[in-house]
């Protein structure tokens, strides 16, 4: 089968590959992919690149996971802060979390759709050298425990001054992990007695990070304890702003310890632009191709001539009852329907207005569709 495809096909692959567009939001249970060998010669081709291809089920379930939770911070921040600090609300930490390399440039490029808060550098890489986009992504100073604890216990207050002097200028952002002995002697005694001057005389925004501890409480407290020091300003829509620090938990961070952050801020009179989130495992690793239920499977096979249904249908698990036949995705504003191809329905559909949703981005070895990172961006958005 190789060989053949080597002398008859120049080792072209002679199959056509038509998918959605990167960046479309499409409910479950729609077909986002199909494949069609080109060459009946290379039937056994289709099935041979499933392996390949259902890996998509990686990136589109961590976009999508990345999607919901930016819906979720956008609704408390239109409620009580400013809209306009979404993109840098959650940030990728999961670079550590992952099982490759690889893994972590495929699901930080699929966060990076969504957000542009990351410290996984290959997917900036990945995102530049597949997407054409120079810089998907930024971070900023942050301190990491070894940067605290190198200076002993008895060093803390030192080390926290270590990072205002290395990085504190007007307009600056850094972030400084303050839990490494104790966090509430950390956040009432140090950021906000001994070192609290010298942060406000730097002219730049401390972001305090707790690591440890039940997330919502933790915040929460960390939230009023830096009020209780630098103050805080009620915004338009009633709800108070941290002057000089903001605070951004990166431990524990799933979409519902998320809510629960934000709904415990937002009960006590704090808008949700005092608190950012990292998110690693849960951001990167802890989904899996059941987490959306996809698959790829065979739905028609061409056998003298005429086209034939293929499908499975198991009486143990009917969920599990593939498609079947030729199919194609329509669109018709935000809607959408899955319909066989040249069918009563596809027919009907067309004339009512729908469009094929469907684009060839590959054919008989050729890349036909080849977006910029910022064109999917748009989409998602």
């Known amino acids: ?21 990167e960046g479309t939001l499409v409910p479950v249970h729609n077909v986002l992919v199909t494949i069609e ?35 979720l911070i956008a609704r408390y921040l239109d409620q009580t802060g400013d809209i306009a600090g979404l993109p840098f609300k959650l940030h990728d930490f999961g670079a550590r979390g992952v099982s490759s390399l690889e893994s972590a440039m495929l699901g930080g490029m699929a966060h990076l759709v969504n957000f542009q808060g990351t410290d996984t550098m290959s997917a900036l890489l990945g995102a530049r050298v597949y997407y054409d986009e120079p810089m998907a992504g930024f971070s900023i100073p942050a301190a990491e425990h070894s940067t605290i ?15 205002l002097r290395q990085f504190a200028k007007p307009g600056a ?18 950021w906000g007695g001994e070192l609290k001057q010298a942060v406000i005389d730097s002219g730049a925004t401390v972001v305090i990070r707790p690591d440890s501890g039940e997330p919502t409480s933790v915040v929460l407290q960390t939230v009023q304890s830096l009020d209780a020091a630098y103050g805080s300003d009620t915004n338009a829509k009633g709800y108070r702003v941290l002057r000089h620090v903001r605070v951004i938990q990166g431990d524990g961070i799933t979409r519902a310890s ?20 990292g998110q690693g495992g849960a951001l990167l ?53 899955t319909v066989r191809i040249e069918s009563p329905a596809h027919a009907e559909h067309l004339e009512s207005g729908w469009s094929e949703a469907l684009r060839t981005v590959f054919e008989d070895g050729r890349l036909l569709i080849d977006d910029t990172f910022a064109t999917v961006r748009e989409r998602a958005a």
């Open 1 to 21: 089968g190789w060989m053949h495809i080597v002398t008859a096909h120049a080792g072209r692959l002679p199959v056509r590959i038509r998918a959605v567009a």
């Open 37 to 71: 060998n080109t060459d009946p010669a290379c039937a056994w081709l289709t099935s041979f690149l499933e392996t390949a291809l259902l890996r998509a089920w990686y990136p589109t379930t961590v976009a999508t996971n990345s999607w919901a939770t930016k819906q």
């Open 149 to 163: 604890t190198a200076w002993g216990r008895d060093g803390e207050a030192d080390a926290y001054r270590n990072m």
């Open 173 to 190: 952002l850094l972030a400084v992990v303050s839990d490494s002995y104790d966090l509430d002697h950390a956040v009432k005694a140090l």
């Open 258 to 277: 998320i809510e629960s952050i934000l709904a415990a801020l937002e009960a006590h009179g704090y808008s949700a632009d005092n608190v950012a989130f």
């Open 285 to 337: 690793q802890q989904v899996n191709r059941d987490t959306q239920r996809f698959a790829m499977k065979a739905s028609a096979v061409q056998v003298h001539g005429r086209w034939r249904d293929v499908f499975k249908d198991p009486a143990t698990d009917p969920e599990k009852r593939s498609k079947a036949g030729r199919l194609t995705l329509l669109r018709k504003g935000d809607a959408f329907a």
